[in-house]
């Protein structure tokens, strides 16, 4: 009778605090986040204030100089090249390598990075590269063999519109193919194939760079009042230009599978298992990209960890397509990176993509940031007819600094690398939060809508996310008590104390990451 009594006003607990989603109360209870709104508001008032003084540079820009310099042409820099060449910018993109590229990250373009790419006249690069659909996630929990399917949308209410509101996968190449066959065909873009070795500074602004073609070991100097570095997560000038500095959180090893089975057509799979995440995506007509997160160090003999160690905890539909890929694919191995951004107040340069910022890839919303982050910074320089205005360019960087957080970048930032963490480890507590997490989405509705809304950059406001988290962590306290009998209240506490402590030991730090940089100078 107690149990029950105590199973009732849990279940009252939880529809009191799911009735907060379903009648979009969400911005009432997200204190915190209101609370960063709120100081994000102060910080651009303050800073807007704030009168920044630039050296002037001796050297004089003259006539037939570029208006800007790109450095890198990936997803980044091609988009950039082309957004700002139809601005009326004359642009210079040098590039290391114009051959198709061969990455294993920037596969998955979320619905949010689709609208980014429409703002910016590039739906086109989409088309022709064998793209497919991706309609949603299953969530795979292997230590309970329990599966959800999560949507990103209900087909019946988007019949017609399903570019804009579900992600696709490609083969990153293709696409930064597609984008600088777009860019190459601007009158103002100029392409070099060469390798740009220093940042030309005059006056404490940079001004230019050195460069050598490909194939030449000649030194060239090209200068131009803004430079661009877009060069990825191995950039050659961030030490120079970031302050933050790179965590390596995990490793991840991927493979190609070939016609591999799915549990539904057209999602992808996000497996739990004891080794850690393993994602599955497909990225052309046959073929699904294997993900494979590994703590710590690259394991030496890696045929054998897949074969022996991973393979066995993953579902028994993937797991022949898995080792038909091991024994005979290619195994590709890169470090997941933790990179948190940070105001880079340098006259002359801006950074963007990977040389600024990056998460755990584990969302596959990376590349979507980079684009919406483009199209801030293409709105922005529409203003500012000369880009040696460098005092109004310092004053927009500090700007966007603050729209990116409150855009998008704080939401999938936090996400990423939270969500990495919540899977990769076998602490008991987050076993449970596993578990409570796999019954929230199950629930459906709202709380399906919700996570989606912030995993597709559709609404990934911190309001809304602090919103998510809240809700969650009252779920998480229904799923303990609803376990516990009425005579084991203290336990019920005392497990209660220790999941959400060893969950916010994970959130709040990601937090910090991300609002440190508005709080500190």
């Not at 194939?193 to 005059?202: A, I, N």
């Not at 203003?383 to 109004?392: M, N, V």
């Not at 005392?494 to 609002?515: C, H, M, N």
Request: aromatic content about 10%.
């Amino acid at each position: 009778m107690a149990s029950s009594v105590m199973t009732a006003a849990a279940s009252v607990a939880l529809t009191w605090s799911l009735s907060f989603v379903r009648l979009y109360s969400i911005v009432v209870c997200s204190i915190g986040g209101w609370c960063i709104h709120l100081l994000c508001l102060i910080m651009r008032i303050f800073r807007g204030r704030q009168h920044e003084t630039v050296t002037r540079p001796n050297r004089k820009f003259v006539r037939g100089e570029p208006d800007v310099i790109i450095v890198g042409s990936g997803v980044a820099g091609s988009a950039m090249a082309t957004a700002l060449a139809r601005d009326g910018r004359k642009v210079t993109v040098i590039e290391r390598d114009m051959k198709e590229p061969d990455r294993v990250v920037g596969e998955i373009l979320q619905p949010g990075g689709y609208q980014a790419l429409v703002s910016l006249g590039l739906t086109e690069c989409i088309d022709g590269i064998d793209a497919q659909a991706i309609k949603g996630y299953v969530l795979t929990y292997m230590e309970d063999d329990t599966s959800v399917v999560v949507p990103y949308c209900n087909q019946e209410e988007v019949k017609g519109v399903e570019a804009a509101v579900y992600a696709t996968g490609f083969h990153n190449g293709r696409f930064v193919t597609a984008l600088r066959e777009k860019a190459k065909k601007e009158p103002n873009v100029t392409y070099i194939e060469g390798t740009v070795s220093k940042l030309v500074e005059d006056n404490n602004v940079v001004v230019g760079v050195q460069y050598k073609t490909k194939g030449s070991d000649d030194i060239h100097t090209i200068y131009a009042p803004l430079t661009v570095v877009v060069d990825g997560c191995f950039s050659k000038f961030r030490k120079e230009l970031v302050t933050e500095q790179v965590t390596v959180t995990s490793h991840c090893i991927c493979l190609v599978m070939q016609n591999c089975p799915q549990k539904v057509n057209q999602f992808a799979e996000l497996i739990a298992t004891k080794t850690g995440p393993v994602m599955v995506y497909p990225i052309s007509d046959g073929c699904s990209r294997a993900f494979v997160d590994v703590r710590g160090g690259i394991p030496r003999n890696i045929e054998e960890y897949l074969l022996e160690t991973v393979c066995p905890n993953l579902p028994e539909y993937i797991q022949q397509a898995f080792q038909d890929s091991v024994v005979n694919g290619r195994k590709r191995m890169m470090p997941a990176s933790f990179l948190p951004p940070c105001p880079i107040i340098r006259p002359g340069v801006l950074v963007l993509g990977d040389a600024y910022n990056m998460r755990h890839p584990l969302t596959g919303a990376g590349m979507s940031v980079c684009l919406n982050d483009i199209v801030i910074w293409r709105e922005f320089l529409q203003g500012i007819p000369d880009f040696s205005d460098y005092e109004a360019i310092i004053k927009l960087l500090r700007v966007f600094h603050l729209r990116r957080k409150s855009n998008h970048s704080f939401v999938v930032n936090v996400l990423a690398n939270s969500w990495h963490l919540m899977l990769a480890d076998g602490n008991k507590h987050l076993s449970e939060i596993r578990k409570a997490g796999m019954e929230y989405f199950s629930l459906g509705g709202k709380c399906v809508e919700n996570t989606v809304s912030l995993i597709t950059i559709m609404n990934a406001k911190p309001h809304v996310f602090f919103g998510y988290v809240m809700i969650l962590s009252v779920y998480l306290l229904y799923y303990v008590l609803r376990t516990e009998p009425f005579w084991a209240i203290h336990r019920a506490c005392y497990r209660s104390y220790g999941i959400l402590l060893t969950a916010y030991k994970i959130f709040f730090p990601l937090v910090w990451s991300e609002a440190r940089s508005l709080i500190l100078p």
